[in-house]
């Protein structure tokens, strides 16, 4: 099936990022289904945020960009989210690589991360996250070679990789004193770099989160950003936590949300039966939690003092988003009635998307242990 024609955009890019994501999520809408029955990637929507000028919504202005922060980067993921679940979780993670040294530019006078910065406002360049899979421990191999190092590494979960320009990644150097892990940018169109098509999932189908491969890609010593000891917190990465899980789980809270909607519409017919006011609350009532949850995540960004402590309340927060998003849309199925279980009325596929909410980190194990520690004074270094 083939897509819509790209739309006429003329003088979006001129209004608040938020207003441009409502704009645009009715057309997002109209291809959700698409997308995810056939395991294709959103590439079209990615050329709809381009044309927006959505790509640079987080460089600041003086850069070249929107300006726009935390918390209007969040409204622009949930809004976008009620259009397709996938696209927007897919770009949360090039929003926040873009979001993190945007705060690093403004709080730490970085002037390193301006040349990146202002790729993405004038190329509207996508930078990819590397996930899960290269969260506190590292992954991949580094190995020292005169001038630099040579990386192989099999990145997961990497989410928009079809349309990546850029990926900010790190691979682990074995060294006699332990295991370091360096970081760098690693460009996605080598011939040392493949993105492969093994993106199969129960949800989010759409996001083209695949593999990415990487095999004797050589990094000089001057593009390595950070050295840092493997499976240790690192400053960078109470940085990159406070900021970048606020975004992607607006995305979630986003798909909660368009649930709700679609389960209201699917109920109201009934009228006021006790059974269905029963569900419709106890929906409210988990969505609730979830905002609540997601505005506070957005507080503890919003003090711009990234600590253990700032992590802990973000990944708090990651929970209970999570926790009663997944209820929300659970009880929107119920509500929606037996029409709620057919792929037409839309709910299914959300019900599939938001189940990937439990899937980030810190994943519920570690994120109560940390909690915990926090709790009892304990050292958090070391987990994650």
Not at 121 to 144: F, H, K, N, P, T
Not at 167 to 192: C, N, S, Y
Not at 363 to 369: D, H, M
Request: proline letters at 5%.
């Amino acid at each position: 099936m083939d897509m819509p024609h790209l739309p006429d955009l003329t003088g979006l890019d001129q209004l608040p990022v938020t207003e441009r994501a409502a704009r645009l999520a009715p057309i997002l809408a109209e291809r959700a289904s698409v997308h995810d029955a056939e395991d294709r990637f959103v590439a079209e929507n990615y050329a709809l945020l381009k044309s927006a000028g959505l790509v640079e919504a987080g460089v600041p202005a003086e850069l070249g960009g929107a300006g726009a922060e935390i918390r209007e980067l969040a409204g622009m993921i949930r809004i976008l989210a009620r259009g397709c679940g996938a696209t927007a979780l897919a770009f949360s993670m090039h929003t926040h690589q873009v979001a993190v040294p945007a705060w690093r530019w403004r709080h730490q006078k970085l002037a390193a991360v301006e040349p990146l910065l202002k790729r993405v406002a004038a190329e509207r360049i996508i930078v990819l996250s590397s996930g899960g899979s290269d969260w506190i421990g590292g992954s991949g191999e580094a190995v020292r070679v005169e001038g630099g190092y040579r990386i192989t590494a099999r990145k997961i979960f990497s989410s928009g990789a079809p349309a990546g320009d850029l990926m900010m990644t790190g691979a682990v150097v074995k060294e006699p004193e332990g295991d370091f892990v360096i970081h760098f940018a690693a460009p996605l169109r080598v011939p040392e770099v493949r993105v492969l098509d093994n993106w199969r999932a129960l949800g989010m189908r759409a996001t083209g989160s695949h593999d990415v491969l990487i095999e004797g890609l050589f990094i000089p010593d001057a593009a390595v950003a950070l050295k840092r000891r493997a499976g240790v917190w690192h400053p960078l990465f109470q940085i990159i936590a406070t900021i970048a899980f606020p975004l992607i789980y607006a995305a979630y809270l986003g798909v909660a949300e368009q649930a709700r909607d679609i389960a209201l519409n699917l109920a109201r017919p009934r009228g006021e039966r006790e059974d269905t006011l029963h569900l419709a609350g106890r929906m409210e009532t988990a969505l609730c939690a979830a905002r609540l949850a997601h505005d506070a995540m957005l507080r503890a960004a919003e003090r711009n003092a990234p600590s253990a402590e700032s992590v802990n309340e973000v990944m708090m927060g990651r929970t209970l988003v999570a926790e009663n998003a997944i209820r929300a849309v659970e009880l929107a199925m119920e509500l929606g009635g037996g029409a709620a279980f057919c792929r037409g009325a839309g709910l299914e596929r959300l019900f599939r998307d938001v189940q990937g909410a439990r899937y980030h980190p810190l994943q519920s194990g570690p994120q109560a242990r940390y909690a915990g520690a926090m709790a009892l004074g304990m050292s958090v270094e070391g987990i994650f």
